[in-house]
């Protein structure tokens, strides 16, 4: 009987690690300040998981992650042709606006 509380107790020590992480926000150009369509964002430490954004320059991310006690921020990547790629940290529930700034001309 000890070994299934003790069993029981450890998988809801191991359960409760994990949380749901949930990143959104806008990206839009510095300059301009319009939304951005197409800009490649995802989870620095998930980057097979890409997303777009969409027509209004939004995007989601979502996702398992570690944390013992709550959910740790979210190191997005973001990337389009012809602005300077960038990374932010996201905490769950937020949504942030992002501005990507146009690389300089050669």
């Known amino acids: 009987m000890k070994k299934i509380?003790?069993?029981?107790f450890i998988t809801c020590i191991t359960i409760s690690?994990?949380?749901?992480q949930v990143a959104e926000g806008i990206v839009i150009d510095k300059e301009t300040k319009?939304?951005?369509?197409?800009?490649?964002?995802y989870n620095k430490n998930?980057?097979?998981n890409k997303?777009?954004?969409?027509?209004l320059g939004k995007f989601e991310l979502s996702g398992i992650s570690?944390?013992?006690f709550g959910c740790p921020p979210m190191k997005v990547i973001i990337e389009?042709?012809?602005y300077t790629s960038g990374e932010v940290e996201i905490s769950s529930g937020e949504e942030?606006?992002?501005?990507?700034?146009?690389?300089?001309a050669n």
Do not use: F, H, R, W
Request: glycine share 8%.
């Open 51 to 55: 997303k777009q954004t969409d027509s």
């Open 46 to 48: 998930k980057p097979y």
């Open 96 to 104: 942030k606006t992002i501005e990507l700034e146009k690389k300089p």
């Open 5 to 8: 509380i003790m069993l029981a």
């Open 80 to 82: 389009k042709a012809g």
């Open 66 to 68: 570690g944390g013992m």
């Open 34 to 41: 319009k939304p951005l369509k197409n800009v490649v964002v």
């Open 17 to 20: 690690c994990d949380c749901y």
